[in-house]
């Protein structure tokens, strides 16, 4: 990656000698409107999230507009309950149940892809597409009629197979039921874009070293921990940071399906700073849970974050 | 064997990863008595196009496809206009603060959005923009701004210069090579960057939800879709032929899209 970045660097020092000579101001010109929308809808906002985090910062507050300094009484207050570190608990538990079997799942699929023969590889491979494709709030829809109580699928089929105990059971009743749902949904949803890059990843690995370490009387087990998981580590590392970033932040779903209930059992992080804003007005604490939860997430990729500017600033 | 039992995990993985959608196409084209059974059908024994006649003569469908087209599609604009020149200057110019741009699109390509929802509440709020359709094309034009810029950075990348040098000898200005001799080679790229913008903005339901909240006439599909049991009832019917509906631009997307697919994500999170 990095070869392929130099090989398009240096032609343009041709250009750059010439751009020079013409004033250095116009490469600034030209990203200026994209620091201007970065800065308006993501710096500022930010900036203004942590500044309200420090603030008293109500109803009142909201619609009066200005408000007193309030030190670290929202840190405190929310560090200082038992919920919030509920809500950490359960936001830890809820990214590592899903990027593990994201991680899980689509190596294996990867790792089968190969395997099979081209149609059934084809078949496979759209199919999974065909779940990429599928938005988060048409997934949301079809999963709450999967699960419905009375008439869903799922039901029929559990009794079917013999667990009658599921008959009439009414999934979005019970928290445990419902978070498992959600790990589903998202685990369904995540699967294809690991799956297809691994494989994608995979295809790039010459037969020749599988064939050397068979030769050296390597098993299946021994050939994926010494040829093809060295090989693909970066990879592996790039799309398990991503499935970290997209499922500890992930908003969408929850909110359409649970709302962060029943009785809680869904709220993570993101959903719990939205609830205490959104229902109890207390902005203040919502941006004080926001921006712990950002805190958080920077402290879990420091490794991911670490390589990215080493690459990118050599 | 070794063969049988690979070919039935392919199947388990198949059947899993199409059932969902199968399930909502079946559902939105059964009739109602055999919605309402307690042995589902698996195959639709008398198709009709009742739920979708239901969706579409749902209360205000024009207004929110309208929207979702509407914010959609400029931010999509926006975010190419704005992204091209910047991803010019960082593929082909050298300048001091370079390394420093690409790195803030990074970053800004993982932030964490879902953490932005109240300050943005907020600041929509004091900017007494609340429940209008402008703030979310600017919302979804600053989430898929860092991608594009990343994207079309590779796509630019990937001209060779001496193409544009050789305009330049011909006495072109810098603009003019570039739109002549640069732009027609970007346009495959900037047809499949503008689609996955497309695909972002159309799901968006975050903050949708969060900034239009009083008036009906300004929500998206997305929203519109949360809110179906308000809206249908328990009517699963309307309900799967409305997420169909909703689905379709995607999927007609996705299969524009093909092969890309799988490189474009990947080229927004490695570098291009």
Redesign the interface.
């Known amino acids: ?1 990095a070869r392929t ?1 130099a090989r ?2 240096r ?6 000698a ?2 020079r000579r013409k004033g ?1 101001l116009w ?5 200026a ?3 201007a ?2 800065a ?3 710096v ?3 900036a ?2 942590v500044v ?1 985090s420090f603030q008293h910062f109500r109803l009142g507050e ?1 619609i009066r ?1 200005g408000a007193d300094f309030a030190g670290l009484a929202n840190y405190a207050e929310a560090l200082g309950g038992p919920e919030f570190w509920a809500v950490v608990r359960r936001t830890f538990l809820w990214t590592a149940a899903n990027v593990v079997l994201i991680m899980v799942i689509s190596t294996a ?1 990867a790792l ?1 892809l190969p ?3 081209r149609r ?2 084809l ?2 491979m759209s ?17 709450q ?2 699960f ?1 109580s009375r ?1 869903g ?1 799922v039901n ?1 089929l559990l009794v079917r197979l013999g667990f009658d105990s599921f008959r009439d059971y009414t999934w979005f009743a019970d928290g445990g039921a419902t978070f498992a749902i959600l790990v589903a949904l998202v685990v ?1 949803q995540s699967v ?2 690991a799956a ?2 691994l494989y ?1 990843g995979l295809t790039t690995i010459p037969g020749e070293l599988y064939e050397a370490a068979r030769i050296d009387g390597a098993g299946p087990w021994q050939v994926f921990g010494r040829v093809t998981f060295p090989i693909l580590r970066p990879l592996f590392g ?1 799309i398990t940071s ?1 499935e970290v ?1 997209w499922v ?5 779903q929850i ?2 399906i649970s709302k962060g209930g029943p009785g809680g059992a869904t709220a993570t992080l ?1 959903v719990y ?2 609830q205490i ?2 229902s109890l007005h207390r ?1 203040d604490l ?2 004080a849970v ?2 712990l ?2 805190l958080m ?1 920077l402290a879990v990729l420091v490794v991911h974050l670490r390589r ?2 080493r ?3 050599a | 064997m070794k063969r049988a039992a690979l070919n039935l995990a392919a199947l388990g993985v198949l059947a899993v990863s199409v059932f969902p959608v199968y399930w909502m196409v079946i559902t939105a084209f059964k009739p109602t008595v055999d919605i309402l059974t307690e042995t589902p059908a698996f195959w639709p024994a008398r198709p009709t196009l009742d739920h979708f006649a239901t969706a579409v003569r749902a209360a205000g469908f024009w207004t929110f496809w309208r929207n979702s087209l509407a914010v959609t599609a400029g931010a999509v604009l926006l975010a190419l206009v704005v992204a091209l020149p910047s991803a010019f200057a960082v593929a082909r110019l050298r300048w001091a603060g370079r390394r420093g741009f690409i790195l803030m699109v990074f970053v800004a390509q993982t932030a964490p959005w879902s953490a932005l929802l109240v300050p943005v509440y907020i600041i929509a709020r004091d900017a007494d923009m609340l429940d209008r359709l402008p703030t979310l094309t600017l919302v979804y034009f600053v989430t898929t701004l860092p991608f594009t810029i990343v994207t079309l950075r590779g796509f630019i990348a990937a001209v060779p210069p001496e193409l544009e040098e050789a305009a330049l000898m011909d006495g072109c200005g810098r603009a003019e090579a570039f739109r002549r001799v640069v732009l027609p080679l970007l346009a495959p790229g900037l047809m499949s960057t503008s689609l996955f913008g497309f695909i972002t903005a159309w799901n968006e339901f975050a903050f949708a939800n969060a900034l239009m909240i009083k008036d009906q006439g300004d929500r998206t599909l997305p929203i519109w879709l949360s809110g179906f049991s308000n809206v249908f009832g328990t009517d699963w019917g309307a309900t799967m032929a409305a997420a169909t509906l909703f689905m379709l631009p995607v999927l007609l997307v996705f299969l524009v899209l093909q092969r890309r697919v799988s490189s474009g994500m990947i080229a927004g999170a490695v570098k291009g």
């Open positions: 990656m970045l398009t660097v032609p343009a020092l041709v250009i750059e010439r751009s250095a490469p600034y010109l030209l990203v409107p994209a620091l929308g970065f308006c809808l993501l500022y906002p930010l203004r999230s309200i909201l507009g699929v089968m395997h099979l023969g059934m590889r078949a496979v199919g999974m597409v065909l779940t990429w494709a599928t938005p988060v709030l048409a997934a949301t829809t079809i999963f009629w999967l419905q008439l699928v029929w369904w294809p874009f297809l890059t994608a790039l991503l970033i500890f932040t992930c908003f969408a909110w359409a993101p700073a939205f804003a959104q902005y919502g941006s926001s921006t939860t950002v997430l990215m500017f690459e990118e600033a």
